[in-house]
C-alpha cells in the first residue's frame, strides 16, 4: 500500500474515521499532523461507538504505531484521558504503538481560557470555536512563545517559558477579559508532573517514520477538520487556526512531499458545518432538520447541532484541486434515502468552473436537481445493488468533481461500505 494522506473536503465532520479506519489495516503507522482535540473521529465497532479528539484512528489497531507529530497541539490531560478509556476497554498502548513528538505544541489552561473568553467578548461575530484553546496555542506557537512537549520534560525550560509568558497571560486574561489569573508554581508542578505521565512516548517522530518507510512499510497521514476550515485557503476568518490541507501533512509529520504517493479525500454526500461563517449550499427549513436527524449531525466534540445543506460539488471540486486529491470517499449516502428530488450545488452563478470565488458570502449556487430514491441502502455492498438514482447521484456528483468515487459509505458500521477501487480493495 502506498503512503496515503486522508483529508476532509468540505468543513470537517465527513466521516474521516470510519475510512482511515478501513486503511488502518494496510499501513504500519498512522499519523496526525495538525489540528488538536477540537476534532473528533468517531468510530464505530461491532455496533459501540469510540470518539476519538487527539489520538490516531489507528489506536484501535494493535501493533499500529500511532504518530502525534510536531504540527499538532496536544492538551496532555486529554491525552491522558483518552488513554485511560482505552484501557477501559481492554487495549492498552505501548511505548512502541503511541509516539509524540517533542515538538508538538502545549496547550495550556491560559489558551483554554482565553479562547472561552474571547468568544464571549465578540459576542455575535464569534468563531464559534471549541474552546479547546486550538487558536491560543497556534498563536504562542508562531509567536515564539509557546511551551512545546519537550519543555514538559525540562524543568529548567519549562520554569524558563512560563515566567516568561504567564505574566502577558495573566495581564490579559484578568485585565481584558476579567478573568482569574494563573498561578505559575500551580501550573509548573502540574505539568511536570503531566509531562513525567508521557515522557515515555516521547521521542523524535521523524525519525519512527523514516524507519517505518525504510522497512516497506506505509503510512497513513490523518488530517482533521476540513480544506474549507484552513487558515490560509478556508473561509477566514471563520476557520481553524492550522493548514488542514494535504500539504500540511509533510510539515506537520517531518516526511517529504516525495514520500506521498496518494491523497484520499473524504466527503459527505451532503454538506455540513459547525459554528460560524458562510455556507452557500445551507437549507433553511424543516429538511435542514431532517438532515440533521437522520445523520446524527451533532459535533462529535461539541455537542453542537451541525447546520446542513446540499452537495456543494465547487466546493469539493476546489478541494480536489488544493489537495491533489486522487479518490474520494463518499459518505453518509443513506442519509439522502427517502427525498424525492435532491439539489446538488453544481457551481456559483457567474463563475467558472476553473475558478474559485475570492469570497463564498456572494457566491450563489447553480443546482441541479437529481431524482431521488426510496428504501433503506444500509445493506448494499455494491454499486450494482444501489437504487439507480442513487447510482446516477453519485455518477454526477463523480462528473462534477472530476476525481473517482472509490468508496461509499452507507451507514455507520464498519460494514455497511461499498468498495470500488484497488485501494480499498475488499477484506480490509
Ligand atoms: P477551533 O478549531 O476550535 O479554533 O474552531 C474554529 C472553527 O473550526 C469553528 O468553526 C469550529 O466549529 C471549527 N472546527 C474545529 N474543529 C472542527 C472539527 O473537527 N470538525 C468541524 N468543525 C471544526
Known amino acids: 500500500m502506498p503512503n496515503v494522506i486522508v483529508i476532509g473536503t468540505q468543513w470537517g465532520d465527513e466521516g474521516k474515521g470510519k475510512v482511515v479506519d478501513a486503511l ?36 484501535l489497531h494493535p501493533g499500529c504505531v500511532c504518530v502525534i507529530g510536531n504540527g499538532v497541539v ?44 474571547r468568544e464571549a467578548a465578540l459576542g455575535e461575530h464569534r468563531i464559534g470555536t471549541t474552546c479547546r484553546g486550538i487558536g491560543p496555542c497556534y498563536e504562542d506557537k508562531v509567536a ?53 505521565r508521557l ?46 490541507v494535504a500539504g500540511a501533512a509533510c510539515a506537520g509529520s517531518g516526511v517529504g512531499p516525495t514520500s ?25 427549513g424543516p429538511l435542514a432538520d431532517t438532515l440533521q436527524i437522520r445523520g446524527a449531525e451533532l459535533g462529535a466534540t461539541t455537542g ?21 486529491i486522487t479518490r474520494i470517499a463518499l459518505t453518509k449516502l443513506d442519509v439522502l434515502s427517502g427525498l424525492e428530488q435532491i439539489p446538488i450545488c453544481a457551481g456559483y452563478e457567474g463563475i467558472d468552473d476553473d475558478d474559485f470565488p475570492t469570497s463564498l458570502s456572494d457566491a450563489v449556487p447553480r443546482y441541479e436537481n437529481i431524482g431521488g430514491w426510496s428504501g433503506d441502502i444500509t445493506a448494499c455492498r455494491t454499486l450494482d445493488a444501489l437504487p439507480g438514482p442513487c447510482r446516477a447521484y453519485i455518477d454526477r456528483i463523480q462528473e462534477l468533481i472530476g476525481v473517482p468515487i472509490e468508496l461509499i459509505s452507507v451507514g455507520p458500521d464498519r460494514e455497511a461500505t461499498i468498495r470500488a477501487g484497488d485501494l480499498f480493495a475488499p477484506g480490509g
Open 144 to 196: 515564539r512563545r509557546g511551551i512545546t512537549v519537550a519543555h514538559l520534560l525540562d524543568p529548567d525550560a519549562l520554569t524558563a517559558r512560563l515566567g516568561a509568558v504567564l505574566h502577558w497571560k495573566n495581564r490579559e486574561i484578568v485585565e481584558w477579559y476579567g478573568g482569574e489569573a494563573f498561578d505559575l508554581d500551580a501550573l509548573r508542578s502540574s505539568y511536570l508532573a503531566l509531562g513525567e
Open 260 to 284: 506521498i504517493q496518494e491523497v484520499v479525500g473524504i466527503a459527505k454526500a451532503y454538506t455540513t458545518r459547525v459554528g460560524s461563517g458562510v455556507f452557500p449550499s445551507e437549507i433553511e
Open 74 to 117: 496536544v492538551d496532555p490531560r486529554i491525552l491522558l484521558e483518552e488513554l485511560g478509556a482505552l484501557v477501559g476497554r481492554g487495549r492498552t498502548l505501548s511505548t512502541e504503538e503511541l509516539v509524540i513528538s517533542p515538538h508538538a505544541h502545549v496547550i495550556m489552561p491560559y489558551h483554554l481560557a482565553l479562547d472561552r473568553l
Open 199 to 244: 515522557a515515555p512516548y516521547v521521542r523524535d517522530a521523524t525519525a519512527v517514520l523514516y524507519r517505518v518507510q525504510r522497512r516497506g512499510g506505509s503510512i497513513l497521514f490523518e488530517g482533521a477538520q476540513g480544506t474549507f476550515l484552513d487558515i490560509d485557503h478556508g473561509t477566514y476568518p471563520h476557520v481553524t487556526s492550522s493548514n488542514t
Open 24 to 59: 488502518t489495516h494496510h499501513v504500519e503507522a498512522v499519523v496526525r499532523f495538525q489540528g488538536g482535540n477540537n476534532a473528533g473521529h468517531t468510530l464505530v465497532v461491532n455496533g459501540e461507538k469510540l470518539v476519538l479528539h487527539l489520538l490516531p484512528s489507528g489506536a
Open 304 to 324: 453542537r447541532p451541525r447546520r446542513c445543506g446540499w452537495f456543494d460539488a465547487a466546493l469539493v471540486r476546489h478541494a480536489a484541486r488544493l489537495n491533489g
